[in-house]
């Protein structure tokens, strides 16, 4: 029997690895193996004779191999999957009709009608009683969301798991009860207590959004971190916007420096017929920084609006009252009326914070863009204008 139950172990071993779906994670080889590890601890406390023993190894090894065919009806595929084998290796029918009952003795609801099914029972459930009892049902939950679609959530799965400990679940040997009860008590008391303090957390939490909204029915002020933040963005806009406003300054300053340079040595001498060689490269030079020279003019030249608006626009939230360009056309009393509107709507002062921190984002844009073009047009005017003038004198010397 030895024998037969190694070719067992062996032939499950390969069954299960190549055709167990791997969205079993809990019903798979591991748990195979720890079932007839529990059920030899059993058999061996229980005093039960070798040949019975062996049956119930044998039922243990092939109780969960329908898996790998069919989900709901496992323990009949399990059954047909041990006949096969034990058939093969020219067993008794009585014996295999043993450890066909015995497999479809591991079904959900099944009342043991001997000591071999109150075993086996009881080292298919022995996770109950071990140490490990929260991280083997973790493994359970997840593989029902794998294959049977079933999703619950933390306080649906201790109710789920604190039913089956309380009414669903016995140890029917006398050494599983001696040996496994204790510890099954304490997993208990550990998920009532987790229930506990879930419920405890889904009153808070619901005693804090019940504040929240209570809150949200109040009129408050705006708060301090929005403020701070919409400083800072503007601050950091407008500094940008400086920044951007002295490098094109710096450029315009340099490239009219440079025209006046070009007007007041150059163009004087090109008069002279001898100087003809110097026509084109001084031609180049003064284009590339009359160019940089507009450039700089577009970057930093402002925007003027219609400076108007209506009592409509302010109804409507369309008019942006923080920036001067909507507005400076406009009398103070009406002025004056408008903004005491936007302040008395929390959301129309916070849109408007908004609108001017993205319209200053799109003048930002526009600035460097203008500011990236001149200093490349600037960058390639001077390499090109030095290289046209050694060029030039370069020609002039042959």
């Known amino acids: ?32 193996k720890r079932v007839v590890e529990k059920a030899q601890e059993l058999a061996d406390g229980e005093q039960i004779e070798p040949s019975q023993k062996d049956l119930l190894i044998l039922a243990s090894w092939f109780h969960d191999v329908g898996f790998a065919q069919n989900l709901k009806k496992h323990e009949t595929h399990s059954v047909a999957i041990a006949k096969d084998f034990l058939k093969s290796q020219n067993q008794s029918e009585a014996d295999i009709k043993t450890v066909s009952d015995l497999i479809m003795a591991t079904q959900m609801g099944h ?9 086996i029972q009881d080292a298919d459930c022995s996770h109950i009683g071990s140490k490990n009892f929260s991280d083997l049902t973790e493994l359970l939950r997840k593989e ?15 109710k789920e798991n604190i039913d089956f400990l309380s009414n669903h679940h016995r140890f029917y040997t006398d050494f599983a009860s001696s040996n496994w009860e204790k510890t099954k008590g304490k997993n208990l008391a550990r998920l009532l207590k987790s229930q506990k303090k879930l419920t405890q957390d889904s009153i808070k939490l ?3 959004k019940e504040e929240l909204a209570f809150k949200k029915t109040k009129v408050e002020l705006p ?15 407008i500094t940008l916007s400086d920044i951007a406003d002295t490098k094109a300054n710096i450029l315009l300053s340099v490239n009219a420096i440079i025209i006046s ?22 031609v180049i030079f003064t284009l590339f920084t009359v160019a940089s020279i507009v450039l700089s003019v577009l970057a930093t030249r402002p925007n003027v609006t219609q ?14 009252l923080l920036f001067f360009g909507n507005f400076h056309k406009m009398n103070l009393d009406e002025f004056e009326w408008a903004m005491h509107e936007m302040m008395k709507d929390r959301d129309y002062l916070y849109g408007s914070l908004t609108k001017d921190l993205y319209f200053l984002g799109l003048v930002l844009n526009r600035k460097y863009n203008l500011l990236r073009l001149t200093y490349t047009v600037f960058m390639i005017g001077i390499v090109i204008s030095v290289l046209s003038f050694a060029v030039a004198f370069y020609l002039q010397s042959l």
């Open 261 to 282: 340079l070009v007007l007041s040595n150059l163009v004087s001498k090109l008069d002279n017929p001898s100087n003809d060689y110097l026509i084109w490269p001084t």
């Open 223 to 237: 708060e301090r971190g929005i403020e701070t933040m919409f400083r800072v963005a503007l601050r950091n806009h």
């Open 1 to 32: 029997m030895d024998t037969l139950i190694a070719k067992t172990e062996s032939y499950v071993v390969n069954f299960l690895n190549e055709n167990l779906d791997k969205s079993f994670i809990y019903h798979n080889l591991a748990h195979t």
């Open 307 to 320: 400076g108007k608006f209506n009592k409509q626009d302010v109804a409507d939230k369309k008019v942006n």
């Open 111 to 119: 009342e043991p009608q001997n000591i071999l099914e109150k075993i």
């Open 144 to 158: 029902w969301e794998l294959t049977c679609d079933k999703t619950l959530t933390e306080s649906e799965w201790l």
């Open 206 to 208: 619901k005693q804090k």
